[in-house]
């Protein structure tokens, strides 16, 4: 049976967003590739608000997280962490053969602007990594406050994710200082996954460039000297570049504050529809996410059974991501879901809670 997505990533995708990917098929050293590529690349730029260049990398977010750490960490990397996406990526950075140290918080916090100075302050790092709103427990870090400490440490490379933020919220590429912002188009831009596009300054172009061992498929010179030609390195899924053109172009057309306010909308409605159903919320007050809401279980409800009967019904219900699996849930609230989509599901956990509960 097809069930609805409501996990935060792959989410629903539109029908107008496949319609668009089934586009005949060009060459990607073709003319009108080019154009296509153009067409994308300047729209990511207005959405960061930066005249960097934003590549398209054929690969899902971790692809071009490890490249991140790969092209700009010469010294050592400082992992921030508060979930397990941003834990795995400290695996991913010793795996790679990088020195590297981990800075956790415990999960449902935040990562602050005090840990990260404090941990930089040392003076042993060239890079720092963070992911902005963990999608594992649905906590979205203050990008702002870390910003403003990060001009204390300009020689750090900043390296962000915004896997689950982009689109959803504003990301000032240039007023943060950002050296690196990446995003997977299966999370907020409402796209199936195997596409990731990722903004670089020109500090860490020219930085990359002395990187030793930075392979190939992820090489920033690479992407560079490609996408100075409206192109890429190797083949790019041109289908789910279409579909991010169309999807782009609709976001305009909402207006990115409207689709901001939408997301916020949405989020509180979430927060305050689980709250009224006795859940508590487990991100930090002041630091919860726009594009999910991370539910606590109250202790009698069996969330595995919720998913089950959900599952039977058509849709695909998350019960918690690692070690929180079970303790909490998550409703994802992003891309091109409406309050609509969202009180359809309230009615249907409504409708099965009572069945779960002891
Ligand atoms: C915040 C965050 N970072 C990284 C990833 C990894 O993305 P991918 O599975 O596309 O490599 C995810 C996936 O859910 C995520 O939510």
């Known amino acids: 049976m097809t069930k609805k997505l409501y996990i935060p990533g792959p989410v629903e995708v539109n029908a107008d967003v496949f319609a668009a990917m089934s586009k005949p098929m060009i060459g990607h050293r073709m003319p009108e590739y080019a154009t296509l590529h153009a067409s994308v690349t300047d729209q990511l730029q207005t959405l960061l608000n930066t005249k960097d260049p934003v590549f398209l ?21 400082a992992n921030f962490a508060n979930g397990a996406f941003s834990t795995k990526w400290h695996d991913v950075t010793k795996r790679c053969g990088i020195k590297a140290d981990l800075f956790s918080t415990e999960w449902g916090q935040p990562i602050t602007a005090k840990m990260v100075d404090d941990a930089l302050s040392s003076g042993d790092y060239d890079a720092m990594t963070m992911v902005h709103n963990e999608t594992s427990t649905g906590v979205m870090s203050p990008l702002t406050e870390i910003a403003e400490v990060m001009k204390k440490h300009p020689y750090v490379s900043f390296i962000v994710d915004t896997v689950s933020s982009m689109s959803a919220v504003p990301i000032d590429f240039e007023a943060l200082g950002l050296d690196v912002c990446l995003a997977g188009v299966q999370k907020a831009f409402g796209l199936p996954p195997g596409l990731a596009v990722c903004a670089v300054s020109r500090a860490a172009l020219d930085k990359a460039k002395a990187t030793p061992n ?23 899924c041109i289908s789910l570049i279409y579909g991010l053109d169309a999807q782009l172009k609709k976001m305009f057309v909402e207006g990115l504050e409207n689709r901001y306010q939408r997301h916020a909308d949405m989020a509180q409605a979430t ?7 006795g859940f508590g919320l487990f991100a930090a007050e002041g630091h919860r996410s726009v594009t999910l809401t ?3 279980n109250d202790g009698n409800t069996d969330l595995e059974q919720l998913k089950k009967l959900a599952g039977e019904h058509g849709y695909a219900m998350d019960n918690g991501y690692g070690k929180i699996k079970n303790k909490t849930f998550r409703i994802p609230h992003m891309a091109d879901m409406t ?12 409708e099965l809670l009572p069945q779960v509960r002891s």
């Not at 054929?58 to 960490?73: D, H, P, Q, W, Y």
């Not at 030609?229 to 190797?234: C, E, F, G, V």
């Not at 309050?339 to 409504?350: H, T």
Request: glycine share 6%.
């Open 214 to 236: 930075r392979g190939y498929y992820f090489d920033f010179e690479e992407f560079e000297k490609n996408d100075l030609k409206h192109n890429t390195p190797s083949t790019p």
């Open 57 to 77: 990398s054929t690969s899902s977010a971790f692809g071009i997280m490890e490249g991140a750490v790969r092209n700009l960490v010469q010294k050592r990397c």
């Open 271 to 277: 927060r305050n529809w689980l709250q009224q159903q």
């Open 294 to 296: 991370s539910g606590t």
């Open 339 to 350: 309050m609509s989509d969202m009180e359809e599901y309230f009615s249907l956990l409504e």
